[in-house]
């Protein structure tokens, strides 16, 4: 487990240290450096990290309230599993948010111009599409998010951003292949131009596939991960 580096100059406030830790572990759990079921004590993680048991605690009660994380009175915190059943569900929010957030972009007069701003992502010769798991990750989040907002309901893009948040450690794991993020590319492309030429039902279509299929291939690399994370640990 990486530690945190010790602030230079003046100290750093308890909150900041908090975030750092919360920032730390929520790592790890990303790349699967901590794996469901993984114990530790609030002792452990602040020797590790370097910093005292105050901000360790409330970094941890923050990743239990977001489902990563629980904690048992005699044997401490532990890595929670993975819950594929809700999961799912929150898939399929998903597709509930971003459709109706698509057939509102569709009936807009003129494309919204937010949307712009997706085309010079996302529309581009195959040369030019990043390879970087990371970056096409990222820009993922923010194309879906951004179709979200562009739409105009604030309240619709706050719970799509809550769904985007509790999928993210295994959403990421679907831009760890070449192969899944030329599928990405292809899928954006084609619903961007469907929403910009304003055709709800094509739109429609290629966005709850494309959601699908996302949710099918990240449930079969969760699974290999998980394997190959355990078999590492066990040497």
């Avoid at 295994?170 to 469907?194: G, N, P, Q, V, W």
Wanted: charged share 30%.
């Amino acid at each position: 487990m990486k530690a945190v580096a010790p602030p230079a100059g003046p100290v750093v406030p308890r909150a900041n240290l908090a975030v750092q830790v919360y920032d730390a572990l929520k790592a790890q759990m990303h790349d699967f450096e901590l794996v469901p079921g993984d114990r530790f004590s609030e002792a452990e993680i602040g020797a590790r990290l370097g910093v005292s048991r105050t901000p360790v605690r409330e970094a941890l009660f923050r990743l239990r309230n977001e489902g990563l994380l629980d904690v048992e009175s005699k044997s401490g915190w532990y890595v929670r599993p993975i819950d594929f059943d809700k999961l799912e569900q929150l898939y399929d929010l998903r597709i509930v948010l971003e459709s109706a957030s698509v057939q509102r972009l569709c009936a807009m007069p003129e494309p919204a111009p937010a949307l712009d701003t997706l085309k010079a992502v996302w529309l581009v010769p195959a040369a030019e599409r990043l390879q970087d798991g990371r970056e096409v990750g990222a820009l993922d989040e923010q194309f879906h998010a951004t179709l979200v907002q562009a739409a105009g309901n604030a309240e619709i893009a706050r719970v799509h951003w809550d769904v985007t948040e509790r999928i993210r450690i295994i959403r990421r794991l679907d831009f760890t292949r070449a192969d899944r993020m030329d599928a990405t590319y292809s899928e954006h492309a084609k619903i961007l131009r469907s929403v910009i030429q304003r055709k709800p039902d094509a739109a429609l279509l290629l966005l709850k596939t494309h959601i699908e299929q996302s949710k099918a291939e990240v449930r079969k690399i969760t699974l290999s991960t998980l394997h190959e994370a355990r078999a590492r640990h066990a040497r």
